[in-house]
């Protein structure tokens, strides 16, 4: 069982930036691939960024992201970083960090076992 708990989120003006982070409990990430998703109100829960927490793994992101945010992950820490940059209005969302026994980082949220319980991002305009 792996227990996430994620932390950093806040309110930003646009153009700011935030760091998000998830920290595991009960196992270490080795051997997981760890991701970000977002739900905004009335939307369904999409895809931002992954990372397979492994020897090799890679990373992937959602096309409205790719040059805006970068997802890291400190072993040593046990924990897997957002960092936000260019922040705009439509990247409010609740952010959560979920994690699976994946091979590779991939978008599907039922692919997903473990999840967090959120983190409010809100950027003003």
């Known amino acids: 069982q792996v227990h996430l708990v994620e932390s950093g989120g806040g309110l930003v003006q646009a153009g700011g930036s935030l760091r998000l982070s998830c920290a595991a409990s009960?196992?270490?990430?080795?051997?997981?691939?760890v991701a970000w998703f977002r739900q905004a109100p009335g939307k369904e829960r999409d895809f931002v960024a992954a990372?397979?927490?492994?020897?090799?793994?890679?990373?992937n992101y959602a096309d409205s992201v790719k040059g805006r945010f970068t997802i890291s992950a400190d072993n040593a820490k046990n924990t897997v970083y957002l960092q936000m940059n260019s922040l705009k209005p439509e990247d409010t969302a609740v952010y959560y960090c979920a994690a699976g026994r994946l091979g590779y980082p991939r978008v599907g949220a039922t692919e997903y076992a473990y999840w967090g319980q959120g983190t409010q991002v809100t950027v003003s305009s």
């Open positions: 990372i397979s927490v492994w020897s090799g793994g890679g990373t």
């Open positions: 009960g196992r270490t990430f080795s051997g997981y691939t």
